[in-house]
């Protein structure tokens, strides 16, 4: 007999009761739920295994904060701050972050030549960055007056955080630092940088003509690394500093970049890889970190260099002044998530759209 005519005889068995194909198809259903189930697991276990692989690439500096007595720090306030700081080993590797293979920090060996306080507000919509000129004179916790740039050398992230932390009264949450290794891999891995060019750069061999220009990363390293030949000095590299990353940050949050799976990995990628953090900030930290910067906008990101009173001398080095009350006023909006009103009373602060 054909299995069609055993279908329509129905085999000699007697036919089902709407109870039974009741059950039948409950059961189909349970079956289908738990199939759904296990993919929505499966995909949860691969986004965690892929956020513990690029969480792990990120370099860990353990106790900055240990020795730091609690009651010395500022109050803390919502929102997250990070200490960023830039060091140029003028080494071609990378020395922070997982695949580091140049030296990292050496006591007395090594000062940093970016530092900017970094501030998310609470809502996660709006941001700050304030740069530190590396030559700032301050007061350095067991040091005396000295360098801003020297608390690095003097005593590695923990007498950084202490330093600025007593200048701005801003508690940093986290500390961050990279290499301009890393800094040229990591626009390259962006696809590049647009940034407005307000003199032409002549540095290691490269040229860079002024005007708008598409950087990749050694173009947009000599960028940031000039200083000498600039009219302002560390001034105008610091400004050149915040222009990059302003431009990174655009590109990052870019729809190319977001809406390209491929290029969105290799850039998450490569900031794991070149990038080093305090060892507080676990990848589940970091995962909720860049989650809660989903609305974050380069545009409502606000980038400033603290308020200076002009150079002088300190015995054979050359330094820069501060000013203390236009600086403690900024430090306020800090604290306070009012950056932009600050900025806004006193646009000649703010980040130009062409740096020199």
């Known amino acids: 007999m054909s299995v069609d005519a055993l279908l329509r005889s129905g085999g000699g068995d007697p036919p089902e009761d709407p109870g039974t194909r009741r059950r039948r198809g409950l059961r189909a259903l349970v079956y289908v739920l738990i199939g759904v189930l296990i993919l929505v697991l499966l995909a949860v276990a691969g986004v965690v295994l892929l956020t513990n692989q690029l969480g792990d690439q990120v370099g860990r500096y353990p106790s900055v904060f240990a020795g730091i007595d609690p009651s010395s720090r500022p109050a803390g306030k919502g929102g997250q701050t990070f200490l960023l700081v830039g060091t140029d080993s003028r080494s071609s590797d990378p020395t922070t972050g997982r695949d580091a293979t140049a030296p990292d920090f050496v006591f007395g060996a090594q000062r ?7 501030t998310v507000a609470d809502d996660g919509k709006s941001a700050s960055v304030v740069s ?8 350095v916790p067991g040091y005396g007056m000295n360098k801003v740039n020297a608390a690095y050398s ?3 992230p923990p007498l950084m955080i202490r330093t600025i932390e007593q200048l701005t009264r801003v508690r940093i949450d986290h500390f961050a630092v990279i290499d301009f290794a890393g800094f ?3 626009t390259d ?3 590049g940088i647009d940034v407005n060019v307000g003199q032409t750069t002549d540095f290691g061999g490269i040229t860079v003509p002024a005007g708008r220009q598409h950087l990749n990363g050694a173009q947009a390293l000599a960028y940031v690394r ?13 400004r050149r500093q915040q222009n990059a990353l302003r431009a990174l940050v655009s590109q990052s949050l870019s729809a190319g970049t977001l809406s390209s799976p491929t290029r969105a990995y290799d850039l998450v990628n490569s900031v794991t890889q070149h990038v080093g953090v305090d060892d507080s900030l676990t990848n589940t930290g970091l995962a909720e970190l860049v989650f809660g910067l989903r609305d974050l906008r380069a545009s409502n990101i606000e980038f400033l260099t603290v308020p200076t009173t002009g150079t002088g001398m300190e015995g054979s080095q050359s330094v820069v002044y501060l000013d203390r009350q236009a600086g403690d006023d900024l430090w306020f909006a800090v604290n306070n998530d009012q950056v932009g009103p600050w900025a806004a009373a006193r646009p ?3 980040l130009s759209d062409t740096p020199r």
């Open 154 to 156: 003097f005593g590695g």
């Open 348 to 350: 000649s602060e703010r």
């Open 112 to 118: 940093s030549d970016v530092i900017m306080v970094a």
């Open 132 to 139: 530190i000129p590396r030559d700032s004179w301050v007061d």
């Open 184 to 186: 040229q891999q990591m």
């Open 226 to 238: 000039q200083r000498k030949e600039l009219p302002g000095g560390d001034f105008d590299r610091v």
């Open 189 to 191: 891995a962006a696809g």
